[in-house]
């Protein structure tokens, strides 16, 4: 049967992508029954499985997709981060639909997945108006969480949690299905009663539909999927870059040897240079420099690794510190240099550390656990200069709109500090131990100390924003809210005060809230109502120091030497249309009597201006352009900047010329 008639012959389903209703439809041409979930942008995907009381057990999944989707996603655990992904798109260099099996170890691109299994069955394929995707898996009921523990499927569970993801563009290589592809164009979360799927006879169901067809060759090499470990081996490898005979050099080299050219084309300021130091990196993130001036850097789903930087500021070689998978983003360094501190989406690890060797103990210890390991999941760690005994980490939302983090005592969009001093046995639990250095804050990433070792951060602000104007909800999401620098003071109080999540948000572009007269900077709330309105926003919640363009989405922050500048990294929108970010921005700062704070007002939407950034950045996407993450500044204030882009992990050295 082709495509079309398979998608024709489902039964319809009912309901919405939340709490919707789900029923048992057969697929005339395999005869395999499915629990189906019939959503948004006619997608239809169904899930069947053997009558098993427990995992693991084989699976079988469909999808029908219109052929204006360019790939769709489903996940087996309802969440992105470190759960089995079923990817499917059209391949039309073989006249047929392809699986591409996936896992991601965070909130970037997810990255080929060799645990599950897949077979084709029969009904894959296309026509001019749907694609179908049918396959066995054997992997996809049972996997190892982000803390390494055993997660699976319910059989017996009436309303198992699953998600599912489109996008409009197709992969970049779709004869390949390790190919890279750019975000979501939209997402939802719903649930299914999986007994609506079972088959009595799936074995011979599947053994009578299997297709002989070997999947797609990958081009590139396996990424090993089993769950996160710590490896520290014997002998680390070690990979050497030739030395570059060039004088020492305070300055930004003109090239360094052995490495690639940047995979795309890049601009700086007048008086700035950037230069590629490395590439062929694994989704780098996190960056900090050792006692002995090595860089470790984390790559997400793979580990540590230590890089040694010759006179130049070049790499002269590089090492494995230790394999662990689940580390996805923070990463710091006692003021002593001998613990190293690396965080996970739900926990934060220590380990002895050893510069003149880059190497780790052969066991780490947990000293704050318990993190949402939902949505959100960088967790970027930091200790203050004037308190070496504090480690300070931040936590964003479980999701867009995280209604429960308005809490205090729910310890997520927030950032808190923690005593390492005086841990605990297991470990401080994040949303009950430390203390508050601010709360509504959606997703703090990036944190920097000023001269008075007074804590700043800046913040993501929330997508798919609409402000009720009458009894509408009017999108102004392409411009508002504003990304924000906020103030969080001193690492060593408690700070309480509400920064606004998930209530009240930063206006960037005035002009399409047509309600009411607002300025660049001002607070505004959602859905005006009798008892909580702009005013109530501007009177509650915290206000930033500055504003961005909204969906730039900054990473990190550092300041100059001097203290008269924070130098930001944006990563880039992936909710507006045309994109914008991927740049790296300078944020002039003065000291008046009350303490360091940007040059310019509030209101000011020119308080900020790119040093380093991506021609035409209105068409970067999340595998086109580099995207900034992390900056670690070197002692001549050289900043090295990584990049996670789909396309390559790249870093660069970003200085004065």
Not at 290 to 303: E, F, M, T, V, W
Request: with cysteine; glycine share 10%; charged share 15%.
């Amino acid at each position: 049967m082709s495509p079309c008639k398979v998608f024709l012959g489902l039964t319809v389903l009912a309901g919405t992508a939340l709490g919707q209703t789900t029923k048992r439809y057969c697929d005339a041409t395999t005869s395999i029954c499915y629990a189906g979930w019939n959503g948004g942008n006619g997608i239809t995907i169904g899930v069947a499985l053997p009558n098993a009381t427990a995992p693991p057990f084989d699976t079988v999944l469909q999808m029908v997709s219109p052929r204006a989707n360019g790939w769709v996603g489903f996940s087996w655990g309802g969440t992105m981060p470190y759960v089995p992904l079923t990817i499917g798109w059209v391949n039309n260099a073989s006249s047929t639909t392809i699986y591409s099996s996936r896992m991601a170890y965070g909130l970037s691109l997810p990255q080929p997945y060799d645990a599950a299994e897949y077979a084709y069955l029969k009904g894959t394929g296309y026509n001019s108006t749907h694609w179908t995707l049918n396959v066995l898996c054997k992997g996809c009921s049972q996997w190892h969480d982000v803390d390494g523990k055993l997660a699976s499927l319910d059989p017996a569970n009436a309303a198992v949690p699953l998600a599912h993801a489109y996008a409009s563009r197709e992969p970049r290589e779709p004869a390949n299905n390790r190919s890279t592809f750019n975000v979501h164009t939209n997402f939802g979360h719903w649930t299914l009663d999986l007994s609506q799927g079972v088959n009595e006879n799936f074995s011979q169901l599947v053994a009578a539909n299997l297709v002989p067809d070997e999947p797609p060759t990958p081009s590139s090499t396996p990424v090993s999927s089993s769950k996160p470990t710590v490896s520290i081996p014997s002998t680390l490898s070690t990979a050497t870059v030739p030395t570059p005979s060039t004088p020492a050099s305070t300055g930004v080299p003109s090239s360094c040897a052995g490495v690639r050219a940047a995979h795309f084309p890049t601009l700086t300021a007048s008086g700035w240079k950037a230069v590629k130091v490395a590439g062929d990196l694994t989704q780098p993130r996190g960056m900090v420099f050792d006692s002995a001036g090595h860089l470790l850097l984390i790559q997400n789903g793979l580990g540590i690794t230590g890089h040694t930087i010759g006179p130049d500021g070049c790499f002269t070689s590089a090492k494995t510190i230790l394999t662990q998978r689940n580390l996805n983003h923070g990463i710091t360094l006692s003021q002593d240099g001998k613990t190293l501190y690396a965080s996970s989406a739900t926990s934060v690890y220590v380990w002895d550390y050893d510069a003149g060797s880059m190497s780790v103990s052969a066991s780490s210890r947990i000293i704050v656990t318990g993190m949402d390991s939902r949505g959100h999941v960088t967790r970027t760690l930091a200790i203050p200069p004037k308190n070496p005994n504090i480690i300070i980490v931040s936590h964003g939302s479980n999701d867009n709109f995280d209604w429960d983090s308005g809490n205090i005592k729910v310890g997520r969009s927030c950032v808190k500090a923690f005593d390492v001093s005086k841990v605990p046995a297991g470990g401080y639990n994040y949303a009950s131990g430390g203390y508050q250095l601010g709360y509504g804050l959606r997703n703090e990433v990036g944190l920097a100390f000023d001269a008075d070792g007074m804590l700043w951060g800046v913040e993501n602000g929330s997508d798919e924003v609409h402000r009720t104007i009458g009894e509408t909800a009017v999108d102004i999401h392409i411009d508002n809210p504003a990304e924000e620098i906020n103030f969080l003071g001193d690492p060593s109080k408690e700070n309480r005060q509400w920064y606004g999540y998930p209530t009240c948000y930063t206006v960037w572009q005035p002009n399409v809230i047509t309600d009411r007269k607002f300025a660049v900077g001002d607070q505004f709330v959602l859905a005006p109502n009798g008892t909580f309105t702009d005013d109530t926003c501007r009177e509650q919640s915290m206000a930033p120091k500055l504003a961005f363009q909204a969906h730039s989405a900054p990473l990190d922050a550092v300041f100059n030497k001097d203290y008269t500048s924070m130098y930001i990294t944006f990563h880039g929108s992936w909710n507006r249309s045309p994109s914008t970010g991927y740049k790296v921005v300078e944020v002039p700062f003065s000291k008046s009597t009350s303490g360091f704070g940007p040059s310019s007002a509030l209101n000011s939407s020119t308080g900020y201006s790119p040093i380093f950034w991506n021609p035409e950045e209105e068409h970067c996407s999340t595998t086109q352009c580099f995207r900034p993450v992390a900056i670690a500044q070197d002692k001549y204030g050289r900043m090295y900047i990584t990049s996670d882009s789909g396309s390559e992990g790249e870093m660069i050295i970003l200085g004065k010329s």
